[in-house]
């Protein structure tokens, strides 16, 4: 009873309020963080962190070399992990 009383005061002291509750509505407008918010600085400064160029693998210098060793080392973790996991569960397991 005493439950049902205080929602009843509480909803009707909401709905007789002068203020509305929402005084600044939503509104509905594509935006994105503008200069300001970067900090000012462009994309194409010359001291921005990545050059324009940065991933090109073409000019890469001993591509030959280090191509095949990023797949060979991605290609050992991703075999790897799996297979550590595995012993390691079982191991967890043995009983012994």
Not at 21 to 35: D, E, T, V
Not at 70 to 79: T, W
Request: aromatic fraction near 8%.
């Amino acid at each position: 009873m005493a439950m049902s009383n205080g929602l009843r005061s509480c909803a009707s002291k909401l709905m007789n309020s002068s203020k509305p509750i929402l005084s600044n509505p939503a509104s509905r407008k594509f935006h994105s963080s503008g200069m300001k918010m970067m900090g000012g600085h462009g994309h194409d400064e010359p001291f921005y962190l990545h050059a324009k160029h940065m991933y090109n693998l073409d000019r890469m210098k001993h591509q030959k070399v280090i191509m095949p060793l990023a797949v060979l080392c991605a290609f050992s973790i991703g075999v790897g992990v799996p297979i550590y996991a595995v012993v390691f569960q079982q191991k967890k397991t043995a009983s012994g």
